[in-house]
């Protein structure tokens, strides 16, 4: 059984209801991006507790932020499953990810300063030494925190709110295609960023909003070669 996330097994430990709701979230959400539940995967109430060591409520409170936030969906009389995309949905979903974070780009390199170009550095730092590693999770969590701060600068927040949104919804098949990336070699995983951050140092904002458009560009041929079926033979 899972380390409890409020510290007991048998109650909430004190902890209000929303935070351990929150912390179960985290943990389901986690998992789901690793594939340790996979696409289409039933989410059972009290088995779900049971792997936690929480009570029902708050993994039912968790399940409903999963339907929320994408990851999930319900069904009635079957429950919550993991959320399983079409390849075309999916494309999609990229094909508008393309749109947004293009604009942000445009907007945040006219507006970034030296404190987001630091913090943008050392997020790069941190994703090499992940990639490196092996770690695609940490990887993509340093990318995304990279990009918070480059779209962020933009002072957008509608945008970026969206753009969020639509990383939750594809994190598990951005995993899918990062660890292609590493395992096939392919430096379009981790080159991208270093060389957006040196543009914008030295003022070229277009060549950083085009290394965000191919780069995205690139995710995209890449996750959709991994999602081809098989050719017969």
Same mark, same amino acid.
């Given at each position: 059984?899972?380390?409890?996330?409020?510290?007991?097994?048998?109650?909430?430990?004190?902890?209000?209801?929303?935070?351990?709701?929150?912390?179960?979230?985290?943990?389901?959400?986690?998992?789901?991006?690793?594939?340790?539940?996979?696409?289409?995967?039933?989410?059972?109430?009290?088995?779900?507790?049971?792997?936690?060591?929480?009570?029902?409520?708050?993994?039912?409170?968790?399940?409903?932020?999963?339907?929320?936030?994408?990851?999930?969906?319900?069904?009635?009389?079957?429950?919550?499953?993991?959320?399983?995309?079409?390849?075309?949905?999916?494309?999609?979903?990229?094909?508008?990810?393309? %749109?947004?974070?293009?604009?942000?780009?445009?907007?945040?390199?006219?507006?970034?300063?030296?404190?987001?170009?630091?913090?943008?550095?050392?997020?790069?730092?941190?994703?090499?030494?992940?990639?490196?590693?092996?770690?695609?999770?940490?990887?993509?969590?340093?990318?995304?925190? %990279?990009?918070?701060?480059?779209?962020?600068?933009?002072?957008?927040?509608?945008?970026?709110?969206?753009?969020?949104?639509?990383?939750?919804?594809?994190?598990?098949?951005?995993?899918?295609?990062?660890?292609?990336?590493?395992?096939?070699?392919?430096?379009?995983?981790?080159?991208?960023?270093?060389?957006?951050?040196?543009?914008?140092?030295?003022?070229?904002?277009?060549?950083?909003?085009?290394?965000?458009?191919?780069? %995205?560009?690139?995710?995209?041929?890449?996750?959709?070669?991994? %999602?081809?079926?098989?050719?017969?033979?």
């Amino acid at each position: 059984m899972s380390t409890p996330p409020d510290g007991s097994a048998d109650d909430d430990g004190g902890a209000g209801p929303t935070l351990v709701a929150d912390q179960v979230y985290e943990i389901l959400a986690r998992q789901i991006f690793d594939g340790e539940l996979a696409a289409g995967a039933r989410l059972p109430v009290r088995d779900l507790a049971d792997r936690v060591g929480t009570s029902v409520m708050p993994v039912r409170e968790a399940i409903r932020l999963l339907v929320k936030n994408g990851l999930a969906v319900t069904h009635p009389h079957r429950g919550a499953r993991v959320r399983e995309f079409t390849v075309g949905e999916l494309l999609d979903l990229y094909d508008v990810r393309l %749109l947004l974070e293009v604009e942000a780009a445009r907007q945040g390199a006219a507006k970034v300063g030296p404190g987001e170009l630091e913090a943008m550095r050392r997020a790069c730092e941190r994703m090499y030494r992940a990639v490196v590693g092996g770690d695609v999770m940490q990887a993509l969590d340093e990318d995304e925190v %990279l990009l918070r701060h480059f779209y962020g600068a933009g002072g957008n927040t509608v945008l970026t709110e969206t753009i969020e949104a639509l990383w939750v919804q594809c994190r598990p098949y951005k995993v899918i295609g990062a660890r292609a990336a590493l395992e096939a070699r392919d430096p379009s995983l981790w080159t991208p960023q270093p060389a957006m951050v040196d543009a914008l140092a030295v003022g070229d904002l277009d060549q950083a909003v085009t290394i965000t458009h191919d780069a %995205l560009v690139s995710a995209r041929q890449r996750l959709e070669r991994e %999602l081809e079926p098989p050719t017969r033979g």
